[in-house]
Nanobody
């Protein structure tokens, strides 16, 4: 059974950093592109970053560009999102999601929720002093 589990969220002060993890099971990570999304209260879910199955292509939303790094370790079936210089507006529930890419490829999907077909339950990130 395909499963994604996020972790690493918590309370962090403005300007701080954190690393979110997405642990996957039930499928071969090499064949899937992974995206990170977030949803703040009262707002729609928005794309943050994505990475191709090979890791060769990454995309970032303008709101996090220069402050976020997505990377993956297929050997341990995990994808990570490293974020720094956090702002209060980064507060949200963060989700990882997968989409099948057919094999190790540099193809990366758009940062649109409808591109992805399996989702984790999310991890809360709160940026506040």
């Amino acid at each position: 059974q395909l499963q994604l589990v996020e972790s690493g969220g918590g309370l962090v002060q403005p300007g701080g950093s954190l690393r979110l993890s997405c642990a996957v099971s039930g499928f071969t990570l090499d064949y899937y592109a992974i995206g990170w999304f977030r949803q703040a209260p009262g707002k729609e879910r928005e794309g943050v970053s994505c990475i191709s199955s090979s890791g060769g292509t990454t995309n970032y939303a303008d709101s996090v560009k220069g402050r976020a790094t997505i990377f993956r370790d297929n050997a341990v079936n995990a994808v990570y999102l490293q974020m720094s210089s956090l702002k209060p507006e980064d507060t949200a529930v963060y989700y990882c999601a997968s989409v099948y890419s057919g094999g190790p490829t540099t193809w990366a999907p758009e940062l649109d929720v409808w591109e992805y077909d399996h989702w984790g339950q999310g991890t809360q990130v709160t940026v506040s002093s």
